[in-house]
T-cell receptor
Framework: AQSVTQPDIHITVSEGASLELRCNYS??????LFWYVQSPGQGLQLLLK??????LVQGIKGFEAEFKRSQSSFNLRKPSVHWSDAAEYFC?????????????FGQGTTLQVKP | GAVVSQHPSRVICKSGTSVKIECRSL??????MFWYRQFPKKSLMLMAT?????????EQGVEKDKFLINHASLTLSTLTVTSAHPEDSSFYIC??????????FGEGSRLTVL
């Protein structure tokens, strides 16, 4: 069955420190992978996505993610975290790049940023 | 970027009443929209796929008669929670798909049933 796992429910980092949020997926075919961010009481904003090609994907707000097929992972990274990055982060997998909205989401990781 | 708007953003209703939530794509046409439900501190769960001009496709375990979905135009889908009960209290989020395939999410609607 298709699934997405975000092992870390809650992460706290200091402002200016680097960040890595983990995401592992289980999917039978070629996965289409997404990272979304959600601020409290808000909808989701797409940070980045991977469909094919270069396995290192650049996104908005200085985020990047690397697709590693051998590890079934799509970890999100940022070199230097800002206080405004505090939010909920969701990894998701979709069936196809252009013919789906049926995303399977991970449980989410709450990011707290210390001053 | 494209904008998807949900209304109302917050609604409180009495048990037994029905509540309608609207999802609008403001600057593009969306033949397909999706409705998700999010419980506190939990992930998003896809409830149904809303197709313009046809019946919605519900995910397994979602009650069709409880959560009525109508997609009457290319820019509007509505979710009606019928005979709402406290357990229906949740954050409901819609997404709309552009022709390119890109998805845009609404801001969400928080339903509280007393």
């Amino acid at each position: 069955a298709q699934s997405v796992t975000q092992p870390d429910i809650h992460i706290t980092v200091s402002e200016g420190a680097s960040l890595e949020l983990r995401c592992n997926y289980s999917y039978g075919a070629t996965p289409y992978l997404f990272w979304y961010v959600q601020s409290p009481g808000q909808g989701l904003q797409l940070l980045l996505k991977y469909f094919s090609g270069d396995t290192l994907v650049q996104g908005i707000k200085g985020f990047e993610a690397e697709f590693k097929r051998s590890q079934s992972s799509f970890n999100l990274r940022k070199p230097s975290v800002h206080w405004s990055d505090a939010a909920e982060y969701f990894c998701a997998v979709g069936a196809s790049s252009s013919n789906t909205g049926k995303l399977i989401f991970g449980q989410g990781t709450t990011l707290q940023v210390k001053p | 970027g494209a904008v998807v708007s949900q209304h109302p953003s917050r609604v409180i209703c009495k048990s037994g009443t029905s509540v309608k939530i609207e999802c609008r794509s403001l600057d593009f046409q969306a033949t397909t929209m999706f409705w998700y439900r999010q419980f506190p501190k939990k992930s998003l769960m896809l409830m149904a796929t809303s197709n313009e001009g046809s019946k919605a496709t519900y995910e397994q375990g979602v009650e069709k008669d409880k959560f009525l979905i109508n997609h009457a135009s290319l820019t509007l889908s509505t979710l009606t929670v019928t005979s709402a009960h406290p357990e229906d209290s949740s954050f409901y989020i819609c997404s709309a798909r552009q022709l390119s395939g890109e998805l845009f999410f609404g801001e969400g609607s928080r339903l509280t049933v007393l």
